[in-house]
């Protein structure tokens, strides 16, 4: 059943619907207030989430924490009026998987006096940071002789200095009355990272950085040029700026120093120019994307691509043009991906266990045998929107590959649709059905079927519908 109703900021009616697509597991579900309401108010928020020293980095694989370059930080804020609260949030982490993600979005929910499915929480990606997921920590353990995937307790300070301050920002909730929209295109940072041959096959790994002269050569390939931006307002005053752009955020890793990397310090830099404003950077479907032609990870080249990515905020948001809220919509879309036939859990175990091999082979698999296992139990992975005016949030999982940013896109060209990927993790890269027989480093580590290609985009069409 299709159900199309928007609803006057006023007075926001109950709208539920229950949508069945082929291959699609669980009902998208339109959730708004079913009573008047007064006005719209946000509640912005930040907390410091840095490691500790010494603790592991991008799943125990790289260098552990030695130095602190600059701080990570969560911050998201608290939209209320539209119904029950809703909350939007970016992490400076490589991600948060299965549980690890759900736990955060239970957590910001109960401080916010909301349920989890009304919350997004999304990571940056960047490496020198860690990369959480709770069901392959346990297994790493288990062995004895393996690197942390995420320390429990750190993981759960974070959590609760969410929570204190989600509570506290609700305190200084200010009216929102307007929105805008912005986009502007970024120079000289992102490029495709999968260089096929005359033979349709992958035969190169581009990456977020390449010191080869022909990885330099190649053109950018199939990229989203557009950093786009979506703010809010108490009549002029701008509450908070949201950008999106579709690139891996690394510069150099694996040395040990913690960082936000370059586009983390963009958004710093950002703050430091408009302090009045909270502003939120969200990856896009940058899972095929990474600034391999333009970065050859020296270090002068961090704050050269940083800068080119603070150039695109700023002109973004030259381009605002406040609007008054008419319209607003939160909605959400279960999906049930399956499992890639080529992983197997009792092998994956065992591969686990063996010491003679490589740490990232057998921490990385540790991930793989959580999404399994999570899949086999039926937890669904939770798409959601947020629909304002003519604006689309959209919230999707893991690595998408950035043709599922077009494609969504593409589909509603009457609507602005930003994208924010790295939701919950579990699935690692989800590539397009025609990059599986391709091959390629993203396909090696794509835990679901090919399916999930139809089953993502029904999912991005029902929330756009």
Known sequence: MKHDSV????????????????????????????????????????????????????GGWIKPAEAVDDSLEAIGFVLLGAGEPIVICAVDWTGLLNSANLKWRQALADAARTTPDRVAVHCVHQHNAPFACLEAEEIVQAQGDLPHIVEPDFFHRCLDAGRKAVEA????????????????????????????????????????????????????GLIDPAL?????????????????YACHPMSYYGDGRVSADFCGLARKARQEMDPDCVHIYFNGCGGN??????????VEKRPLLSRRVLDGIVASEEALVPQPIQTIRW???????????????????????????????RNRSA????????????????????????????????????????????????????????????????????????????????????????ILCGGIQNLLA
């Not at 786009?228 to 999106?244: D, G, Q």
Request: aromatic fraction near 8%.
């Open 7 to 58: 609803l006057p900021r006023r007075s926001f009616i109950f709208a539920a619907s229950t949508t069945t697509v082929a291959s699609i597991l669980a009902p998208s579900r339109f959730t708004t207030a079913n009573e008047q309401t007064g006005e719209l108010k946000l509640a912005t928020f930040r907390f410091e989430v840095t490691p500790p020293l010494g603790h592991s980095l991008c």
């Open 169 to 220: 920002s609700l305190e200084s909730a200010i009216p929102v009355t307007h929105v805008a929209t912005g986009e502007a295109l970024v120079e000289k940072v992102a490029s495709n990272r999968r260089i096929i041959g005359l033979d349709g096959k992958h035969i190169s790994q581009r990456g977020s950085s390449s010191t080869k002269p022909e990885h330099h050569r190649f053109p950018e």
């Open 228 to 244: 786009k931006t979506v703010a809010l307002y108490h009549n002029e005053k701008k509450l908070v700026a949201m950008h999106y």
């Open 289 to 298: 994307i990474g600034a391999g032609k333009y970065n050859d990870r020296s």
């Open 331 to 361: 909605q959400t879309h279960d999906i049930l991906p399956p499992i890639d036939s080529r992983f197997e859990e009792e092998a994956l175990m065992e591969l686990i266990s063996r010491k003679d091999q490589r740490i990232v082979t």
């Open 367 to 454: 991930y793989t045998v959580s999404f399994i296992r999570r899949i086999k139990a039926g937890i669904p992975i939770t798409l959601s929107a947020l629909h304002v005016n003519d604006a689309s949030l959209l919230h999707l999982p893991a690595e998408s590959f950035v043709e599922y940013q077009l494609r969504a896109q593409a589909a509603a060209p009457d609507r602005f649709v930003a994208c924010a990927a790295y939701g919950d993790g579990g699935p690692w890269y989800i590539p397009t059905k025609e990059a599986y027989p391709q091959g390629g480093y993203a396909v090696s580590v794509a835990w679901c079927d090919p399916a999930i290609d139809g």
